[in-house]
């Protein structure tokens, strides 16, 4: 039961282009989304988030947009560089729920940045 | 900047033998998880521990596994008798609560031989 999907398991771009991952949910509670990025052999660390009442969030070179309509939430990140290669994994929370802060992760999409 | 400290870094076990992995979570953090990573697989919940009992549990975290957190600052996962299966990378996790943001360790690899 893939809650959260990120149907890309790659994704590889050119240094100084956007990059734009892309993630789906299909619980309708979630109400917070997160995105983490994870070198090898590290722990994911967290990166940007976003809660249902907003549909964008901006952190420098990262956006989140979300479309709850869609069940959609993407990444974007402008101008790529090659540290941001990585895995990058959405994650969604239902704050509203017993409060236990649990993270229900997507797969990951692996982003290469190529100079 | 504070941060998640799991030990050991890798450990490597026979079958069915006990193994206890340790976190000392952010120190003023209150809500505590393990999460784990099969190799190419997804990071997975495990528990989450709030006022020293857990709060959730996952239908992988069976009779096998406990969690404790001894002293007020170490948060172990204990697997009582280790399965091939259980070979992954093992995230614990805290948060303050307030958004939800989790901060993780480093992780800790368990290969079951």
């Known amino acids: 039961d893939q809650q959260v999907k990120q149907n890309s398991p790659s994704l590889s771009v050119q240094e100084g282009r956007i990059s734009i991952l892309n993630c789906d949910y299909t619980?309708?509670?979630?109400?917070?989304f997160l995105w983490y990025k994870k070198y090898p052999a590290e722990g994911p660390t967290f990166l940007i988030s976003i809660s249902s009442i907003k549909d964008k969030n901006e952190d420098g070179r990262f956006t989140v947009f979300l479309n709850k309509s869609a069940k959609h939430l993407s990444l974007h990140i402008v101008p790529s560089q090659p540290g941001d290669s990585a895995v990058y994994f959405c994650a969604a929370s239902d704050l509203s729920g017993a409060g236990s802060y649990q993270l229900t992760f997507g797969k990951g999409t692996k982003l290469s940045v190529i100079p | 900047e504070p941060e998640v400290t799991q030990t050991p870094s890798h450990q490597v076990t026979q079958m069915g033998q006990e193994v206890i992995l340790r976190c000392v979570p952010i120190?003023?953090?209150?809500?505590f998880y393990w999460y784990r990573q099969i190799l190419g697989q997804k990071v997975e919940f495990l528990v989450s521990?709030?006022?020293?009992?857990?709060?959730?549990k996952s239908e992988i975290f069976d009779d096998q596994f406990s969690v404790e957190r001894p002293d007020g600052s170490n948060f172990t996962l204990k697997i009582r008798s280790t399965k091939l299966e259980d070979s992954a990378m093992y995230f614990c996790?805290?948060?303050?609560?307030?958004?939800?943001?989790?901060?993780f360790g480093e992780g800790s690899r368990l290969t079951v031989l």
């Open positions: 521990f709030y006022n020293n009992e857990i709060s959730e």
């Open positions: 996790a805290s948060t303050g609560g307030g958004y939800g943001e989790l901060f």
């Open positions: 120190s003023n953090h209150l809500y």
């Open positions: 619980n309708s509670m979630f109400d917070y």
